[in-house]
């Protein structure tokens, strides 16, 4: 019953819009910073937390590392074995979970508040007293080892991984944060104490909390988690790479009956000041969905594909402006033909003011849709934390993007669209479409 009552109360919807959020900050006694938004409305606490650093810094030859620690951290703790402390997860109502990316390593939270004593005092065993019992590591390494054959099988996660391999050569941002079959077999549980010692420090520690929680009490639970800790991680900050620009066409051969296809370039990095021209106009060329050009012309015009979408992505030392489409091998040669052709117009032409209108409408009208619950909110908090956007983000956004104007977005869309240096990968047979390595 107690989780039927959490999994209800943690999606229940906040009333407030966000920018109505009251964000404080809290500073623990012994000096760990978090931001909270305080709701007694339902009896639930929230935390996200995450440490600056992650996959993209696992040791040469043990690729994995960071994601086998997230695996297993609550496989047991303190006096706890695998399944004692799942079991006393499970009989709380409570979620513990870690999870790693290649530039940080984070978790979340979540408990109802008559039963929070306990549970807190489970997390703060997983973060500072992990097991790491071999039999519970060797079961995680097989699960891993399941996940990454079935990723090799996969066309999707094949072109994905080309992809990132061909933008980044010799770059750790190259990496699968999972590892690979060769290298999780080799990783020690002594690697994984080393990473608990080296990554998980304050310094480079990054908390939310949402809910049933006074500013006080947080204070006492941010020592209660993290107090312990070392004061300094090891250094995180990676090289700033510059992504491969080059008119290059990868092929995989797999006999699949359908040519997937990814393809990408240099984009722009969160804190550079052409950040909000740059994401209206990928919401224009192939982030909104039906709406987008990309949608209009490959699908609703022509179908020639499913779906097909370009994005952002913004890495702390990298950004990228990617696509996707998924389409009939015989299909191929005409679907990267109309790509390329909208990349080009993009370039050449640049939005129109009823384009750039309705895209700013909906960018700023489907913000809300991210506030809709506690481990939403904590979440978006955390994300602005680790972007370092600055605690009143969520008010100026809307200005921000009121402030792009149609000459911005086609100022950058010259600048940032290079249609004949776009590195492009499908995985499959596709008719007409020759090799460019």
């Known amino acids: 019953m107690k989780r039927v009552l959490l999994a209800i109360v943690a999606l229940v919807a906040f009333a407030a819009p966000a920018s109505a959020i009251d964000i404080k900050q809290v500073k623990s006694p012994a000096g760990i910073n978090a931001w909270l938004v305080e709701d007694h409305t339902n009896p639930i606490i929230t935390l996200s937390f995450a440490w600056r650093g992650g996959a993209a810094l696992d040791p040469s030859g043990k690729d994995g590392l960071a994601n086998l620690v997230a695996s297993s951290l609550d496989e047991g703790a303190g006096d706890f074995d695998s399944q004692a402390f799942q079991g006393k997860v499970e009989d709380l109502a409570a979620q513990i979970s870690f999870r790693a990316s290649l530039e940080n390593f984070s978790g979340s939270f979540a408990a109802l508040s008559d039963t929070q004593d306990e549970a807190f005092n489970l997390l703060q065993l997983a973060i500072n007293k992990p097991r790491f019992d071999e039999a519970a590591v060797n079961r ?16 999707q996660a094949l072109a994905s991984r080309e992809l990132m391999e061909q933008l980044f050569p010799s770059h750790p941002y190259r990496r699968d944060t999972e590892g690979t079959l060769q290298t999780v077999p080799v990783i020690k549980i002594a690697d994984m104490r080393q990473f608990m010692t080296e990554r998980l420090a304050r310094d480079n520690l ?6 049933d929680i006074t500013p006080a009490q947080l204070a006492k639970r941010l020592d209660q988690l993290f107090g312990a800790l070392p004061m300094k991680a090891k250094p995180w900050l990676l090289a700033r790479p510059t992504p491969a620009a080059a008119d290059r066409v990868i092929v995989i051969d797999k006999a699949v009956p359908q040519s997937v296809i990814r393809w990408g370039q240099g984009g722009v990095l969160r804190k550079d000041t052409n950040f909000f021209a740059a994401y209206i106009m990928n919401h224009i060329l192939g982030g909104a969905g039906f709406e987008s050009r990309l949608m209009t012309e490959v699908r609703e015009k022509r179908g020639l594909a499913y779906s097909t979408s370009s994005s952002l992505s913004t890495l702390d030392q990298a950004g990228l402006l990617m696509g996707a489409a998924d389409t009939r091998n015989d299909s191929a040669a005409k679907t990267l033909e109309v790509m390329r052709a909208e990349w080009q117009r993009m370039h050449d032409v640049g939005v129109t003011q009823d384009e750039l209108n309705d895209a700013k409408t909906y960018i700023t009208g489907s913000y809300a849709l991210q506030f809709t619950s506690s481990s939403a909110i904590a979440g978006v908090l955390l994300g602005i934390q680790l972007e370092d956007l600055g605690i009143d ?13 149609a000459n911005d ?5 010259k600048t940032l669209l290079t249609p004949d240096k776009l590195t492009i990968v499908i995985v499959g047979k596709p008719d007409g479409v020759a090799a460019k390595p």
């Open 409 to 413: 977005v086609n100022r950058v869309a």
């Open 140 to 155: 995680m390494r097989l699960q891993i080892a399941s996940g990454l054959r079935r990723k090799s099988e996969s066309p």
């Open 393 to 405: 983000y969520i008010e100026r956004r809307d200005k921000l993007i009121a402030a792009v104007t």
């Open 206 to 211: 990054v908390v939310s909390a949402v809910g």
